[in-house]
C-alpha cells in the first residue's frame, strides 16, 4: 500500500504573514485561539487577506518559509515521476546497500490505455495476471545472483518497476503546492495521485490558509470520480493520523 508519512515542519500561516511583512519591517500577531485553548490559533482578517493576496498574484517567497518533510512508501515507478520536481529534495533507500526481501505494489485492477490521448489511463480491463508469480520468479533470480556473489548494485538490475521503495522527501509550501497541482491533475497517474493527495491533507491540516491560497486554481479541481476508492482510503488513513496525534 502506498503510503505518506509526515516527519517534520516547520513554520504556519503566520510565519507566510510575517515573512511577507519583512518587507514593511513589521510582524503580526495570532488574533486568538479556537475554543479558547491554545492548540488551534487563526489569523486576523488582514492577515487571512494577505495570504490570500500573495496566492492570487503569485508572490510565492513568503509561502517558502514553511518546510515539510515526509517519509514516502510507494512503487519505483511513482517515485520516478516524483523525483521530477527538482525544488523538493530527496533520500532514498538503495539496493546497493540493502538486501532485504523487497515489497511489490500490486494494483486492484488493470486500467485501459485511453483513446484520444497518448498518457493517462481510462477504465478498468477484464483482465487477470498472475502477479505473484511474477514477482516470485524476480524474486528468485534477485536473491540468486546474490548468492552466487554478484554485487548488489547489478542484482537488483532484474527487479521489476513495481518494488516498493522508502524514501524522504523535504522542501518548502510552495514547492509541494506546485507538485500537488501538476500530481492531482487529470492527466497525472492515478498512484502518482494517492501519493500528492495524502500530502495535501497534511499541508491543508498544517497551513490551512496557505496551502487554500497556494492551490485553488479553479483549473485543479479534482474529481472523486477519478480515482475515488484507492485515494479515499489513502486521504482517511492520513486523516486518522492527524486526529490520533492531536
Known sequence: MIEVDLIDNMGTDLSVVNAARASFSKKSEWAGFHGGGTDDPYLKEKDSKLIRYLGEHKHYS????CFLSFAIYCPIFVQAQLLKHKFLRANSESRRYISTDPEFYEPTHWRGKPKDKKQGSEGEL???????????????????????????????????????????????LDAFADMYKLRTSGDAQKETRIVASQIGVYASYLYPESWSALTKDPNIQFSATHYMSEESIATRAVMEKINNGR
Not at 62 to 65: K, N, Q, S, T
Not at 138 to 161: F, S
Open 62 to 65: 513568503p509561502f517558502g518559509h
Open 126 to 172: 477484464d483482465l487477470y495476471v498472475d502477479q505473484q508469480l511474477l514477482w516470485y520468479r524476480q524474486l528468485q533470480t534477485y536473491k540468486m545472483l546474490l548468492e552466487e556473489g554478484v554485487a548488489p548494485e547489478m542484482a537488483r538490475m532484474v527487479l521489476p518497476q513495481s518494488m516498493m521503495v522508502n524514501f524522504v522527501w523535504s522542501g518548502s
